[in-house]
């Protein structure tokens, strides 16, 4: 069985059907992705590798309890189980992730107070929500796009990958999605800042 010339869609329905191999291809396919996304927020081999492993083993079980809906998304399906998963991390560890001074980023920029007050929770929580619903609207390959750029941090090269569209095609959808946003916050009128 080579591994370039099953889909992912195949091989999830093979493992389900009780083909071992099938994951192991999967995995050996994704997993320079995958683990090199968690490398680059971890920073630390060892706990980026249990993180790996975590990952997949969520994956199994979610596969093997049959609840996965193969919708043509593993990939970013299991991208999304890795983001979580090392939000837990730093949850329960407490610790912001390791922060690099660079050209574009000054340490000086996550120093300051943002305490909110209880009012501003509030209105930072509405904003959060009102998003999230003008976000739905859009056509799905803007949102999956934007959800991807903003809420998973990932780069138009990862989503370009993901995706199976140019970067161009990523930079596009982006672009129209927040167009649209803009279009649509205009027409309810709504505001999204405390």
Sequence with gaps: MAATQFTDAYLVQEYVSGNEKALELLIKRH???????????IADRDVAND????????????????????????LPWVMRIAHNLIIDHFRKNKKMPLYRETEEFSIFSVMSDDSLTIENQLIAS???????RIIHELP??????????MYQDMSFKEISEITGVSINTALG???????????????????LTN
């Design 126 to 132: 509405q904003v959060e929500i009102d998003l999230r």
């Design 31 to 41: 997993e320079s992705k995958i683990f090199g996304f968690i490398y680059s927020k």
């Design 173 to 191: 959808r982006m672009r129209y999605a927040l167009l649209n946003l803009r279009k649509v916050i205009d027409k309810h009128q709504i505001i």
């Design 140 to 149: 799905d390959d803007q949102k999956e796009v934007l959800m991807m750029r």
């Design 51 to 74: 993180i790996f492993q975590d990952t997949f083993i969520k994956v199994i079980r979610t596969l093997k309890s049959t609840s996965y809906n193969e919708e043509g998304k593993f």
